[in-house]
């Protein structure tokens, strides 16, 4: 972006221009982390999903872990064993009776694997949902990288039937935003190149709903430099420019 100064001949300080605009951003929040099936069988799908992209570490409420089992045949399938192997560092907390369909506890609650043994009925050409809490200490560290929460079914014969995966960040976005001139000093009447950086150290990826840049009442805008990601203002109204979108822009 430049912008052009046209009084007479003066020097502009390098505090001056440093402090010509104010940048505003606009943020949005993000959706759910979406399911994932692993090695369905023909008799069971089983599927697995978390309510949220991410957490912090000790953070409450604590997330809820759904596996569903669907069962494709005319027969009832009778699951004998479950087993949901915690990653590391997270604690099983208690199914949730009034959102699970089984709501038995499991037999063994001790982290990394939690196993339900009761006989779980799957009915003909149904589902049956099991609907868990799963405590993040603040032990746990942030990391950008997913921690997968990985879930296997078997029937009474001991024969695996199936299982599935879900994946869950330990953070959360932390953006920081940067504003400099360039160069720092100007001689009235020549142009002044800003630059607006909005950088996200977090480990969630963030969305950027809109941008706006106040200019200096004596300040021009006079176009956009080649080469940023932002393009051109949607609008430019005398000392103020925005930048805005339909579907927000995500910052890694």
Sequence with gaps: MIVAHSRPRSWLSWTAVIMLGVVLLGLLGTGLRPTQALAPTAAIEVIKSVNVISVLPGQTPYPLYTVTFRNTTAANVVLGRVADTLPAGFEFGWVNE??????????????????????????????????????????????????????????RQGALVGEAAASLIVGQVNLALHKVASPTEVINGEPVTFTITVANNGEVP???????????????????????DLGAP?????????????????VP
Excluded: F, H
């Design 98 to 155: 009034t959102l699970s369909d089984w709501d038995q506890p499991p037999s063994d609650t001790v982290a990394p694997e939690i196993v339900w043994t009761d006989d779980m009925t799957v009915p003909a050409g149904g589902q049956l949902s099991l609907v868990y809490a799963v405590r993040v200490p603040t032990s746990v560290p942030e990391s950008e990288v997913p921690y997968e929460n990985r879930v296997a079914a078997w029937d």
């Design 206 to 228: 963030a969305t950027v709903s809109a941008v706006t840049d106040i200019l200096d009442p004596e300040l021009a805008y006079a176009g956009v430099v080649p080469g940023g």
């Design 234 to 250: 949607v609008q430019s109204p005398v000392g103020t420019l925005v930048w805005e979108w339909a579907e927000p822009i995500t």
